[in-house]
């Protein structure tokens, strides 16, 4: 017979084993999100309803969608809930939703085609160097940088979303902010080379 500790033990490993693949369910909800969202800013027409009203549908998926991030990166860390292919369909998620969003909004005309293509030069461009870094045995957590770069990345988008004034503003001042953190990672590349 197994003493009360071992029992509350043994319910703890059986719950985190559960907890384990929540990120990755989440993830996957991010996904599908994106795919929603991106349907609702460009095929209005299967829609009989007025525009104004497929902008707060695609803002509440947004809204939403940025909230399963910031969940599935929370337990992952704080319920040592990381894995593999959380590894792989986190960054993916954030990457179809970004880019659902900011091809949507270009199609509607609210983004700047040039900050669109600047950002997303950038994801492209970072995306591969963690691969890289990776591959070395190389740390890829995200920076303080990235994780600014990613709220003002989700501020402008939601701004955007609303066809809300300074929409535009705030989309430069993430093209900023997401050039430097790229150039952030970057220079940890360029340092743990040259160490």
């Excluded at 907890?19 to 991106?38: D, Q």
């Excluded at 860390?77 to 900011?102: H, Q, W």
């Amino acid at each position: 017979m197994l003493s009360p500790d071992a029992i509350k033990l043994d319910r703890y490993f059986k719950w985190q084993k559960r907890l384990k693949n929540v990120p990755n369910i989440l993830a996957a909800i991010r996904i599908f999100l994106a795919f929603l969202m991106y349907l609702f800013l460009v095929n209005r027409d299967l829609f009989n309803i007025h525009s104004s009203w497929l902008d707060y549908f695609a803002a509440l998926i947004f809204v939403i969608a940025s909230i399963t991030d910031f969940f599935d990166g929370f337990i992952a860390r704080n319920f040592n809930a990381v894995s593999k292919i959380g590894e792989i369909l986190d960054p993916l998620a954030d990457k179809m939703l970004t880019l659902g969003a900011f091809l949507g909004l270009l199609f509607l005309h609210r983004a700047n085609a040039w900050a669109v293509y600047l950002i997303l030069v950038r994801e492209f461009f970072i995306t591969g160097l963690r691969v890289a870094m990776a591959s070395e045995g190389l740390s890829v957590k995200a920076s303080f940088a990235g994780k600014v770069k990613t709220v003002s990345q989700m501020v402008a988008i939601g701004f955007l979303l609303m066809d809300w004034p300074c929409g535009n503003c705030f989309l430069w001042i993430a093209v900023f902010l997401t050039i430097y953190s790229g150039l952030d990672y970057l220079k940890v590349y360029i340092k743990a080379h040259n160490a």
